[in-house]
Structures are given as structure tokens and as C-alpha cells.
């Protein structure tokens, strides 16, 4: 089955400053990437998806990149607010089975 | 807000019990998905339910089983508790048959077993 690792386990950057989380899967059937973001208390929210015929997405201060042939992806969040501060979970999925990394906890820092 | 509810919001129950979790999904949506994530780690994929059918299914032991309703509703059931069995359960809808994968996630019922 699919195994998706997530790096680092923990991220603390200044306000203003970029923040990179990085993931890699291991089942070249997954074809969808999620990115959630989780607050205390709450499911996770959808932030930004990527398929696999897609390389790049963007949308306002949140990027991701696929790199389907060597398995990786990453989430980058530019111009960082203390309000990005929660935990980060990436995920890969071959429609009806999606894997999630472990989570990345960002500390924005005001 | 994505329009996924789940009941209850929390649970304490004691080891041996049976335990009921609900979930009503996201209006137009015919697929919901659940999952257990436990303190600290992402969400761990127990089964998806389509159509009233299980649509796939993750590690989990037979005990874990699920029901979903023709107004795509869906129940996730927990027989002979355990201490392990402890998490945040959540449940994610989405429309299948549309192609369109993107899982939305209720708030999620955190369960204690004592």
C-alpha cells in the first residue's frame, strides 16, 4: 500500500518569512495530493490539491510541486502570518484510498 | 466551513462497549470516507463507502464496519472497544462519480475509552 513520509516534523520560521514542507509517497498509482491544514480542535481543511499531470499550483501566498518521478512534493507558504501557525498534513491518494503523512506543526512567530 | 457534520462531538465509553459514530456529508456529495487519527499523527484511512457499498478499506479489523444511507449519510460502528481505539475519528465526503476526489472533513468526534 501507499506509504507517505512528511518532513520536518515540526517547523518554526519568523513572520513574513517562507515556510517549505516537503512529502514523498511510494506508490506510483497515487495520481491526487492534498494539502490540509489542522487547527486545535477542528478536522482538517483543504488548502491546495495537486494531480499528477500537473506540476506547479498556485494560489495567493500558497504553492505546491509535484515531482511524479521522483515521488516528491512540497507545500511552500510565502510572506508567513501567525495565523498559519497549525499543523500541516500532506496526503497522496489513487482515488479511493488516501494515505496522510504525519504532520508537520507550524509555529509562525510574530 | 465545509457543510460535513459529524455526532457526537465528544464520547466516553468503556472497554467492551459498542460505540456509534455519524456523519451526514457535504450537500451533492454521494462518498464518504472515514478515518481514525490518533494524538499527534495523521489521519489513518479506515473505509470509504459508495453508493451504499464499501469502496475500499484500510488496516483495520472486522469490528470497525459502516453503513451508508440513501441520503449518503454514513455511520461508522466500533464493536468490543479497546484502549488503542482511542482517537479522533473523522469522516471526509466527497463525489465520486463525478471524478472529483477532493475529500472535505467534518469536525471530527474525539472518543476516550476507558
Not at chain 2, 451533492?28 to 489521519?43: E, I, K, M, R
Not at chain 2, 469490528?63 to 449518503?72: I, T, V
Request: proline share 5%; net charge negative.
Amino acid at each position: 500500500g501507499e506509504n507517505v513520509e512528511q518532513h520536518p516534523s515540526t517547523l518554526s520560521v519568523q513572520e513574513g518569512d517562507s515556510a517549505v514542507i516537503k512529502c514523498t509517497y511510494s506508490d506510483s498509482a497515487s495520481n491526487y495530493f492534498p494539502w490540509y491544514k489542522q487547527e486545535l480542535g477542528k478536522g482538517p481543511q483543504l488548502i491546495i490539491d495537486i494531480r499528477s499531470n500537473v506540476g506547479e499550483k498556485k494560489d495567493q501566498r500558497i504553492a505546491v510541486t509535484l515531482n511524479k518521478t521522483a515521488k516528491h512534493f512540497s507545500l511552500h507558504i510565502t510572506e508567513t502570518q501567525p495565523e498559519d501557525s497549525a499543523v500541516y498534513f500532506c496526503a497522496a491518494s489513487d482515488n479511493n484510498d488516501m494515505r496522510f503523512g504525519a504532520g508537520t506543526r507550524l509555529t509562525v512567530k510574530p | 466551513e465545509t457543510g460535513v457534520t459529524q455526532s457526537p462531538t465528544h464520547l466516553i465509553k468503556t472497554r467492551g462497549q459498542q460505540v456509534t459514530l455519524r456523519c451526514s456529508s457535504q450537500s451533492g456529495h454521494n462518498t464518504v470516507s472515514w478515518y481514525q487519527q490518533a494524538l499527534g499523527q495523521g489521519p489513518q484511512f479506515i473505509f470509504q463507502y459508495y453508493r451504499e457499498e464499501e469502496n475500499g478499506r484500510g488496516n483495520f479489523p472486522p469490528r470497525f464496519s459502516g453503513l451508508q444511507f440513501p441520503n449518503y449519510s454514513s455511520e461508522l460502528n466500533v464493536n468490543a472497544l479497546e484502549l488503542d481505539d482511542s482517537a479522533l475519528y473523522l469522516c471526509a465526503s466527497s463525489s465520486l462519480a463525478a471524478g472529483e476526489e477532493t475529500q472535505y472533513f467534518g469536525p471530527g468526534t474525539r472518543l476516550l475509552v476507558l
